[in-house]
């Protein structure tokens, strides 16, 4: 069975959209109004940021003998490796893909179990991914697999994935799954508080909202001005999706979070202050402290500093389930 558009849609996770082309399945995790927004906003590396797969996957159930597929990539982030995770049943069989100056695409065949099974591809969260050839060896059966709820996870670079090897194993995917939802992943790395991302809403009508921006508005921006491009994004998102329950997560530990930089005059963790007044009277926000999720230890982060490696992605997803699951 080679699958086709519709096809590769029933069972496609984590995307606004699936365009075919000449050479093969492109997948599109943002909205054409946002990605307009970011070409408007003429920052030539977040307009690659968007073409990244980040929380894309697959999710089926098959009787398939094997899967297999032709992939090529081409550039969604500053990390220069691309790397794919297969579950079957559940359970963690592959993980394969490509590192190094040159990232290469190519063609890969994963042998299944005997049987019915479900079977789960992650998509590299570091690089555009366009799929070719897909098939399922001998299969008679082909269902896409949902999970329970919809979520959006807006966000910078940490929610993006830097620095997750597997990419199933970064926060954003491992909090969606442990919430039992189907995500949207919106992170950006580089990105803050961005309110014309939030001009349309998106298909999808969310249970959940999370955002976790703040760390580099810290860095970059004055406290009036982050404070009021928070305001905005925050009253935009309660007012798109008044029904939804929305997570605003202050920053984690960063290395250099303590000392007063020229713009914003303080510490990052007054980011957490700030969220809190600007979402004060928004009813259905509420405002999560992250900073202690990730141990304030460098063995915890892949640059030693900022960007949690797999090990502190795990504790990221399970402290902050744990906040969220209190209030479910």
Not at 131 to 143: G, I, M, Q, R, Y
Request: glycine fraction near 8%.
């Amino acid at each position: 069975m080679v699958l086709n558009l519709d096809q590769i849609r029933s069972i496609v996770r984590g995307v606004d959209r699936v365009e075919e082309r000449e050479d093969g399945f492109y997948f599109f995790r943002f909205t054409k109004a946002q990605e307009q927004a970011y070409l408007d906003g003429g920052n030539e590396g977040f307009c690659k940021k968007i073409t990244a797969t980040a929380g894309v996957r697959l999710a089926f159930r098959t009787d398939a003998s094997a899967f297999s597929f032709d992939y090529d990539f081409s550039i969604g982030s500053s990390r220069r490796y691309a790397w794919f995770d297969v579950y079957v049943n559940g359970q963690m069989t592959e993980h394969f893909g490509s590192s190094g100056s040159s990232v290469l695409g190519g063609k890969a065949s994963i042998k299944l179990p005997e049987g019915k099974k479900t079977v789960e591809l992650y998509f590299p969260w570091t690089y555009r991914t366009v799929l070719s050839n897909v098939e399922l060896k001998d299969a008679t059966l082909l269902e896409g697999i949902s999970r329970k709820h919809t979520m959006l996870t807006f966000g910078d670079s940490i929610t993006q994935g830097y620095d997750a090897v597997y990419p199933s194993l970064s926060y954003a995917s491992l909090l969606a799954r442990l919430m039992d939802a189907d995500a949207i992943n919106k992170g950006i790395g580089g990105e803050m508080f961005f309110p014309a991302l939030l001009e349309e809403p998106d298909a999808l009508e969310p249970d959940f909202v999370t955002v976790a921006y703040g760390s580099n508005d810290w860095s970059h921006k004055t406290y009036e001005d982050t404070k009021a491009r928070c305001r905005a994004f925050y009253a935009r998102l309660s007012e798109l999706y008044p029904n939804a329950r929305i997570f605003a997560i202050t920053p984690i530990w960063r290395g250099d979070g303590m000392r007063t930089t020229t713009q914003f005059g303080a510490p990052v963790t007054e980011v957490d202050a700030l969220i809190r007044e600007a979402c004060a009277d928004l009813p259905n926000i509420t405002v999560i402290n992250g900073w202690t999720f990730v141990p304030g230890r460098s063995e915890f982060y892949a640059d030693l500093r900022l960007h949690p490696n797999d090990l502190g992605f795990g504790l990221y997803a399970q402290n902050l389930y744990a906040e969220i699951a209190k209030m479910l």
